[in-house]
Nanobody
Framework: QVQLVESGGGLVQAGGSLRLSCAAS????????MRWYRQAPGKERELVAG???????NYADSVKGRFTISRDNAKNTVALQMNNLKSEDTAVYYC??????????????WGQGTQVTVSS
């Protein structure tokens, strides 16, 4: 099993910054990908950013140039630095990890989500 614990959400004014963190623990052999998704009220969950174990990153067009994803493979953590936040960034942000357990079975786990609210 894998547990993902997110932190760092909150209320911020437009133009401000927040940093989200996600720590993975459990019977982890390898974390292949770590991603951040978000879901705003009445909308579908969408991919915000992702990072591979080698450090390759990808971003949604709406956050390019404003958000930066990073990870610490030794600590099994991933972070999302969010700058120049806009009201449309308001959502629940979820951490997702895909990889292999110690049992050599693949896994795909989600965190519980953390609320980000941007006031205009």
């Amino acid at each position: 099993q894998v547990q993902l614990v997110e932190s760092g959400g909150g209320l911020v004014q437009a133009g401000g910054s927040l940093r989200l963190s996600c720590a993975a623990s459990g019977s982890i052999f390898r974390i292949s990908y770590m991603r951040w998704y978000r879901q705003a009220p009445g909308k579908e969950r969408e991919l915000v950013a992702g990072i591979s174990s080698a450090g390759s990153t990808n971003y949604a067009d709406s956050v390019k140039g404003r958000f930066t994803i990073s990870r610490d493979n030794a600590k099994n953590t991933v972070a999302l630095q969010m700058n120049n936040l806009k009201s449309e960034d308001t959502a629940v942000y979820y951490c997702n990890a895909i990889g292999v357990l110690m049992t050599m079975r693949e896994y795909d786990y989600w965190g519980q989500g953390t609320q980000v609210t941007v006031s205009s």
